[in-house]
Protein backbone atom coordinates (compact mmCIF):
# COMPACT_ATOMS: atom_id res chain seq x y z
CA UNK A 1 0.00 0.00 0.00
CA UNK A 2 1.56 3.72 -0.66
CA UNK A 3 1.41 5.96 1.88
CA UNK A 4 -2.48 7.81 0.53
CA UNK A 5 -4.25 4.37 0.53
CA UNK A 6 -2.89 4.11 4.49
CA UNK A 7 -3.50 7.61 5.13
CA UNK A 8 -7.15 7.10 3.68
CA UNK A 9 -7.38 3.91 6.15
CA UNK A 10 -6.08 5.37 9.16
CA UNK A 11 -8.49 8.13 8.48
CA UNK A 12 -11.99 5.92 7.92
CA UNK A 13 -10.87 3.58 10.88
CA UNK A 14 -10.83 6.66 13.17
CA UNK A 15 -14.04 8.18 11.69
CA UNK A 16 -15.70 4.66 12.38
CA UNK A 17 -14.31 4.47 15.83
CA UNK A 18 -15.39 7.87 16.85
CA UNK A 19 -19.00 7.33 15.54
CA UNK A 20 -18.94 4.03 17.26
CA UNK A 21 -18.27 5.47 20.42
CA UNK A 22 -20.46 8.67 20.30
CA UNK A 23 -23.11 5.87 20.36
CA UNK A 24 -22.23 4.26 23.48
CA UNK A 25 -24.64 6.64 25.62
CA UNK A 26 -27.71 6.07 22.87
CA UNK A 27 -27.09 2.37 23.56
CA UNK A 28 -29.63 2.37 26.44
CA UNK A 29 -31.56 5.06 26.52
CA UNK A 30 -32.71 3.41 29.85
CA UNK A 31 -29.96 3.63 31.84
CA UNK A 32 -29.23 6.99 30.73
CA UNK A 33 -32.24 8.55 31.20
CA UNK A 34 -32.19 6.60 35.09
CA UNK A 35 -28.52 7.76 35.86
CA UNK A 36 -29.64 11.47 34.33
CA UNK A 37 -32.83 11.04 36.83
CA UNK A 38 -30.75 10.33 40.08
CA UNK A 39 -27.86 12.22 39.57
CA UNK A 40 -30.69 15.30 39.20
CA UNK A 41 -32.09 14.09 42.38
CA UNK A 42 -28.73 13.50 43.88
CA UNK A 43 -27.74 17.29 42.87
CA UNK A 44 -30.87 18.54 44.33
CA UNK A 45 -30.92 17.24 47.92
CA UNK A 46 -27.02 16.54 48.56
CA UNK A 47 -25.76 19.40 46.16
CA UNK A 48 -23.48 17.57 44.02
CA UNK A 49 -22.24 18.51 40.69
CA UNK A 50 -24.96 16.97 38.23
CA UNK A 51 -22.28 16.47 35.49
CA UNK A 52 -19.44 14.74 37.60
CA UNK A 53 -22.13 12.37 39.51
CA UNK A 54 -23.13 11.37 35.99
CA UNK A 55 -19.73 10.64 34.34
CA UNK A 56 -19.03 9.03 37.60
CA UNK A 57 -21.67 6.62 37.80
CA UNK A 58 -21.61 6.07 33.94
CA UNK A 59 -17.75 5.30 34.25
CA UNK A 60 -18.92 1.50 35.66
CA UNK A 61 -20.54 -1.19 33.48
CA UNK A 62 -22.72 -2.76 35.67
CA UNK A 63 -24.81 0.83 36.54
CA UNK A 64 -24.37 2.01 33.21
CA UNK A 65 -26.24 -1.35 32.13
CA UNK A 66 -28.99 -1.24 34.51
CA UNK A 67 -32.61 -0.88 33.08
CA UNK A 68 -34.62 -0.14 36.68
CA UNK A 69 -33.77 1.36 39.81
CA UNK A 70 -33.84 -1.31 41.59
CA UNK A 71 -31.01 -2.66 39.76
CA UNK A 72 -29.31 0.45 39.62
CA UNK A 73 -29.41 1.08 43.25
CA UNK A 74 -27.73 -2.82 43.80
CA UNK A 75 -25.17 -1.62 40.90
CA UNK A 76 -24.21 1.72 43.01
CA UNK A 77 -24.16 -0.09 46.43
CA UNK A 78 -21.50 -2.75 44.68
CA UNK A 79 -19.26 0.51 43.54
CA UNK A 80 -19.83 1.97 46.73
CA UNK A 81 -18.18 -1.22 48.51
CA UNK A 82 -15.89 -1.65 46.30
CA UNK A 83 -14.62 1.51 46.69
CA UNK A 84 -14.75 1.18 50.34
CA UNK A 85 -12.70 -1.97 49.96
CA UNK A 86 -10.08 0.22 48.77
CA UNK A 87 -9.90 3.15 51.13
CA UNK A 88 -10.33 0.68 53.87
CA UNK A 89 -7.19 -1.23 52.37
CA UNK A 90 -5.38 1.73 52.26
CA UNK A 91 -5.78 2.78 55.58
CA UNK A 92 -4.67 -0.53 56.63
CA UNK A 93 -1.59 -0.61 54.33
CA UNK A 94 -1.06 2.69 55.90
CA UNK A 95 -1.06 1.64 59.17
CA UNK A 96 1.01 -1.61 58.86
CA UNK A 97 3.63 -0.45 56.75
CA UNK A 98 4.86 2.58 59.23
CA UNK A 99 4.04 1.31 62.63
CA UNK A 100 2.18 2.64 65.39
CA UNK A 101 4.01 5.03 66.96
CA UNK A 102 5.58 6.44 63.37
CA UNK A 103 2.27 7.26 61.45
CA UNK A 104 1.56 10.80 61.87
CA UNK A 105 -2.07 11.07 63.13
CA UNK A 106 -2.32 7.49 63.93
CA UNK A 107 -5.47 7.56 65.83
CA UNK A 108 -6.96 9.32 62.63
CA UNK A 109 -5.68 6.84 60.58
CA UNK A 110 -7.21 4.02 63.20
CA UNK A 111 -10.49 5.81 63.28
CA UNK A 112 -10.79 5.59 59.05
CA UNK A 113 -10.03 1.53 59.66
CA UNK A 114 -13.01 1.62 61.67
CA UNK A 115 -15.47 3.61 59.97
CA UNK A 116 -13.93 1.68 56.68
CA UNK A 117 -14.95 -1.38 57.87
CA UNK A 118 -18.38 -0.50 58.71
CA UNK A 119 -18.86 1.03 55.89
CA UNK A 120 -17.59 -2.24 54.06
CA UNK A 121 -20.35 -3.96 55.98
CA UNK A 122 -22.80 -1.59 55.78
CA UNK A 123 -22.95 -2.04 51.84
CA UNK A 124 -22.33 -6.04 52.11
CA UNK A 125 -25.66 -5.66 54.26
CA UNK A 126 -26.87 -3.13 51.66
CA UNK A 127 -26.87 -4.99 48.48
CA UNK A 128 -28.86 -8.31 50.15
CA UNK A 129 -31.41 -5.63 51.46
CA UNK A 130 -32.20 -4.09 48.32
CA UNK A 131 -32.63 -7.70 46.77
CA UNK A 132 -34.72 -8.19 49.91
CA UNK A 133 -36.30 -5.28 50.03
CA UNK A 134 -35.50 -4.65 53.53
CA UNK A 135 -36.85 -1.08 54.25
CA UNK A 136 -33.99 -0.36 56.95
CA UNK A 137 -31.36 0.04 54.05
CA UNK A 138 -31.77 3.67 54.58
CA UNK A 139 -30.77 3.63 58.31
CA UNK A 140 -27.19 1.51 57.13
CA UNK A 141 -26.33 3.96 54.43
CA UNK A 142 -27.23 6.85 57.27
CA UNK A 143 -25.25 5.18 59.77
CA UNK A 144 -22.62 4.34 56.83
CA UNK A 145 -22.61 7.99 55.71
CA UNK A 146 -21.96 8.93 59.54
CA UNK A 147 -18.64 6.45 59.53
CA UNK A 148 -17.52 7.86 56.89
CA UNK A 149 -17.67 11.09 58.57
CA UNK A 150 -16.17 10.40 61.42
CA UNK A 151 -13.18 9.19 58.84
CA UNK A 152 -13.03 12.66 57.30
CA UNK A 153 -13.48 14.65 60.91
CA UNK A 154 -10.25 12.16 62.17
CA UNK A 155 -8.16 13.14 59.43
CA UNK A 156 -8.79 16.80 59.32
CA UNK A 157 -7.81 17.11 62.90
CA UNK A 158 -4.47 15.67 62.19
CA UNK A 159 -4.39 17.53 58.82
CA UNK A 160 -2.78 13.92 56.61
CA UNK A 161 -3.12 14.53 53.42
CA UNK A 162 -4.26 11.99 51.27
CA UNK A 163 -3.35 10.85 47.82
CA UNK A 164 -5.36 11.95 45.12
CA UNK A 165 -6.41 8.47 44.35
CA UNK A 166 -7.92 7.74 47.96
CA UNK A 167 -9.00 11.22 47.91
CA UNK A 168 -10.98 10.36 44.64
CA UNK A 169 -11.92 6.85 45.92
CA UNK A 170 -13.18 8.34 49.13
CA UNK A 171 -15.22 10.91 46.95
CA UNK A 172 -16.77 8.16 45.21
CA UNK A 173 -17.68 6.13 48.15
CA UNK A 174 -19.68 9.05 49.36
CA UNK A 175 -21.35 10.13 45.99
CA UNK A 176 -22.35 6.36 45.71
CA UNK A 177 -24.10 6.27 48.98
CA UNK A 178 -25.91 9.49 48.78
CA UNK A 179 -27.07 8.30 45.33
CA UNK A 180 -28.07 5.21 46.76
CA UNK A 181 -29.62 6.76 49.49
CA UNK A 182 -31.99 8.65 46.91
CA UNK A 183 -32.84 5.76 44.86
CA UNK A 184 -33.20 3.91 48.22
CA UNK A 185 -36.28 6.60 48.92
CA UNK A 186 -38.31 5.74 46.20
CA UNK A 187 -38.00 1.25 45.96
Known amino acids: MDSSSIGYVTFIS ?8 SLIPFAN ?28 LWKDIPTRSASNL ?25 LNTTGKGIVKGFEG ?3 CIDSYDFAVDG ?12 KSVSQILTQVQDEIFRCEKALGSTEIELPDS ?10 CRDVTFVITSQL
Do not use: E, H
Open 123 to 134: FAFSVRGIKDND
Open 109 to 111: VKQ
Open 166 to 175: VSSTNFLTTL
Open 14 to 21: SLLLCLSS
Open 70 to 94: KDLDTAIVKLALTNAQQSKAFFVNA
Open 29 to 56: ATASSLISSVCKQTQDRFGYNYNQCVKS
